[in-house]
Nanobody, 125 residues
């Protein structure tokens, strides 16, 4: 099993930056692909970014490509999402997720077995 805890959310002005962190525990963290998703009320949870088990492959939603950067440190069981040039439409609850037993990057929510509790990101002036 993998347990996940997000941190780093908050209020930021448009054009600003924020870094989200995900701390994982469990022996399969380092052998699981990981991802970030986000959700706003009334909408489906959507894929934001994903990273392969060793961090060599990454994949981004078109809406964040060039602005967000995902990384992981398996020695520390952590994953990060650096968010730059934030826009109001980036406002959402952000979740980290683990695809246990899957090594490559997936954007489909169905591949992810474990989820954190979420952290709120609000982009507003």
């Amino acid at each position: 099993q993998v347990q996940l805890v997000e941190s780093g959310g908050g209020l930021v002005q448009p054009g600003g930056s924020l870094t989200l962190s995900c701390a994982g525990s469990g022996r399969t963290f380092s052998t699981s692909a990981m991802g970030w998703f986000r959700q706003v009320p009334g909408k489906e949870r959507e894929f934001v970014a994903g990273i392969s088990w060793r961090g060599r492959s990454t994949y981004y939603a078109d809406s964040v490509k060039g602005r967000f950067s995902i990384s992981r440190d398996n020695a520390k069981n952590t994953m990060s999402l650096v968010m730059n040039s934030l826009k109001s439409e980036d406002t959402a609850v952000y979740y980290c997720a683990a695809a246990e037993g899957h090594l490559t990057v997936y954007s489909e929510r169905a591949y992810y077995d474990y989820w954190g509790q979420g952290t709120q990101v609000t982009v507003s002036s």
